[in-house]
């Protein structure tokens, strides 16, 4: 079965710890990207990386970091910068459709609670 | 997750009944929406996409329209079941990476 996974589905840490999710993918698409979702919003955009090796920051990056070191895999860290980490995170990915249109595939979602 | 759409406008429909979802875009220039529906502690789900050439799509149970004139889309799902409950997002893609989210609608289906 092709997809993304991310684990783990719950996630608990301290406040002052970083904490890292992961996201693989097995679709063989090129970009992922990583959103972060809380109540009453729509998704915001944390990170995005179009080919290995790149990454670009997206609306909210602050307090977060990211490497693609393999096209399968996109993990995201929180840091201990990010001043309200606690939310729901998914990770997507997509591939290109015809003309400059993309459709996204997206995890199960983490849920990160800092305390 | 649990909380998702906490304070989200709600829709509220008997089962059997149509639905309209309604979403209002910002970018005149976005040339590819696409709808997504998120049950509780999922990740959100393709459901049907329209490019702005088209004003109207069908796909199984559900349509999507676009007017582009007035920036509006709407997600229209035909006799409404139990397991059409969930968090209704719809979507703008203006060309290339980045896709902008709406806030969502929750769709209550009461049996």
């Known amino acids: 079965d092709g997809g993304i996974t991310q684990s783990p589905k719950y996630l608990f840490r301290k406040e002052g710890q970083n904490v890292t999710l992961s996201c693989e993918q097995n679709l063989n698409h090129d970009a992922m990207y990583w959103y972060r979702q809380d109540p009453g919003q729509g998704l915001r955009l944390i990170y995005y990386s179009q080919i290995v090796n790149d990454f670009q920051k997206g609306d909210i990056a602050e307090g977060y970091s990211v490497s693609r070191e393999k096209k399968e895999s996109f993990p995201l860290t929180v840091t201990s910068a990010q001043k309200n980490p606690t939310a729901f995170y998914l990770c997507?990915?997509?591939?290109?459709?015809?003309?400059?249109?993309?459709?996204?595939?997206f995890g199960p979602g983490t849920r990160l609670t800092v305390t | 997750g649990e909380n998702v759409g906490l304070h989200l406008p709600t829709l509220s429909v008997q089962e059997g009944d149509n639905s309209i979802i309604n979403c209002a875009y910002s970018?005149?220039?976005?040339?590819?929406f696409i709808w997504y529906k998120q049950e509780s502690g999922k990740g959100p789900q393709f459901i049907i996409d329209i490019r702005s050439n088209m004003d109207k799509r069908q796909g199984q149970r559900v349509t999507v329209l676009l007017n582009k004139t007035v920036k509006h889309l709407s997600l229209q799902i035909a006799a409404t079941q139990p397991g059409d409950s969930a968090v209704y997002f719809c979507?703008?893609?203006?060309?290339?990476?980045?896709?902008?989210f709406g806030a969502g609608t929750r769709l209550f289906v009461k049996a």
């Open positions: 997507a990915s997509s591939r290109r459709l015809g003309g400059d249109s993309y459709e996204q595939y």
């Open positions: 970018n005149s220039a976005s040339d590819y």
């Open positions: 979507a703008e893609n203006t060309g290339g990476f980045k896709t902008i």
